[in-house]
């Protein structure tokens, strides 16, 4: 079936540490790629995007993804997170042809001091 | 505006009464876009419009629900005879136009309870 799959629903790391947060889509052709932070009580906000090019990609806050299509996956890097990282991350995808995002569950990220 | 702007920012119901959600979205945005966040179902895309018109109104999940857009602007969302699997997020997003190289910015959503 077509789907976006976020694997780990929740993720707990020290501040400090290194972060990597797993997607995975399943669509005959390469979607458009996106990666959203959802913070307590906040809309939610792009932190970055692939369409097409360079597969490492470059968003705000420091993050960082890296699109693989041999693995179907866009996973979400960052060197050393901070305790503001605390959130929940959605991996989404827009489908060729279309406008609407479909959305991964979700990762919620804890941080611990 | 700044940003998008929904109202209310919470609103509590008793179910078969109807609501009315509301989306005020970036000045100059043609697009915009309604989807729901609950707990079963996560993040899930409801219907958008281009200008006033709906070309995609796949994801409302009964005749129930319905919304409109006029004047290109605000749009409201509508829930005839609410129901307890209707409480959700309703988060309202817009672009600059549709398009998968729009970049869509949310708003804070509307946070419903139906009793």
């Known amino acids: 079936a077509q789907s976006v799959t976020q694997p780990d629903i929740h993720i707990t790391v020290s501040e400090g540490a290194s972060l990597e947060l797993r997607c995975n889509y399943s669509?005959?052709?390469?979607?458009?790629l996106f990666w959203y932070v959802q913070s307590p009580g906040q809309g939610l906000q792009l932190l970055l995007k692939y369409f097409s090019g360079d597969t490492l990609v470059q968003g705000i806050k420091g993050f960082e993804a890296e699109f693989k299509r041999s693995q179907s996956s866009f996973n979400l890097r960052k060197p050393s997170v901070h305790w503001s990282d605390a959130a929940e991350y959605f991996c989404a995808v827009v489908l060729r042809g279309d406008d609407k995002i479909i959305f991964g569950k979700g990762t919620r990220l804890h941080i611990l001091p | 505006g700044a940003g998008v702007s929904q109202s209310p920012s919470n609103k509590v119901t008793e179910k078969g009464k109807d609501v009315e959600l509301r989306c005020d979205p970036i000045s100059g945005h043609t697009a915009l876009y309604w989807y729901r966040q609950s707990l079963g179902q996560g993040l899930e895309f409801l219907i958008y419009?281009?200008?006033?018109?709906?070309?995609?109104k796949s994801g409302l999940p009964s005749d129930r629900f319905s919304a409109e857009r006029t004047g290109g602007s605000v749009s409201t969302l509508t829930i005839q005879r609410t129901q307890q699997e209707d409480s959700a997020v309703y988060l309202c997003?817009?672009?600059?136009?549709?398009?998968?190289?729009?970049?869509?910015?949310f708003g804070p959503g509307t946070r419903l309870l139906v009793l």
């Open positions: 997003a817009s672009s600059f136009e549709t398009g998968r190289m729009e970049t869509q910015y």
């Open positions: 419009f281009q200008g006033n018109s709906a070309p995609d």
């Open positions: 669509y005959g052709a390469t979607p458009y």
